[in-house]
């Protein structure tokens, strides 16, 4: 890109880079990448097309332009990412929070709502996200979140405290550590997505997920191995009434709804696209 180079020009050549790379919304991704090149928003952009961009929004816009060309997902290049209102920091050690994972909170704070206070752990936390978005919407509940992976727990710390939000953040094995089965005995709710994915859908993801850590995704060969042993753990620990919630891939939903044996109330939920994968039960 050319030194006194405008506003529009860049728009146009980092959208034709992007759309060359396979990205879906490069015309939309392109303004987001200007944006944050050069700290003007959007509407100021779209009114100074003839703004030249100086030395460092050139470099800061070649330098984001270059890792999205390579598929690094955009929130990783922003090291931010929008969840249930709240703005998560990520980078490539958590999942960067999906859009579908908000209809998880949903379903959980709509069955919380007669429940005064209630007590809520997030296991497989990753970014935070479900416990912090809990947390925001139901200031008095409390809330811990639990993850296997080190940075995980660093992540999520990391943003209980940007956000001021009071939200206990353990390392653990799913309920290995005495703390969060000792939480898990005692709690209204627990909610987790933790990896799903069949091993096998490595080959198949779109070129962004290879920068998602793999823990964070592959479940073994029908993707179930991890949430198997949380159903386990969870059907020995958990009091009775005590609401489960789930997300899960449409492809081994039922067969996670066969291992509920003893449990009550069980319901499938789906995502805005209408593709079940959320599972609902009460011990
Ligand atoms: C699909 S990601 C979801 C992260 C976050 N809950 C979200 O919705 O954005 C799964 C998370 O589960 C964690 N995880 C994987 N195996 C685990 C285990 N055995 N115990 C606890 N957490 C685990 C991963 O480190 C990762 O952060």
Redesign the pocket.
Known sequence: MDAGLSVAEARRIVTRRLEAAGVDAAAAEALVLLEAATGLDRADLLVRPEHVLEGDERRRLLEALRRRVAREPLQHILGSAP?YGLELAVDGT?????PE?ER?VELVLERLRPCEAPRVL??????G??ALAVKAERPDAEVMA????TE?VRMARRNAAALGLDVVVVR???LAEGAVAAFAAGCDALV?????LPSGDARTLQAEAAHD?A???FGGDDGLD?VR?LLAQASRVMRSGALLAL?LDPRNLGLAERELLGWRATCRASDLAGRERFLLARR
């Open positions: 969840f958590v999942l960067v929070p999906r994972t998880l997030d296991v497989g936390t990753g970014s996200a479900v639990s993850d296997v992976s995980a653990s094995d799913l987790a997505n933790l990896p799903y850590p823990l964070a995704l991890v042993r997300e």
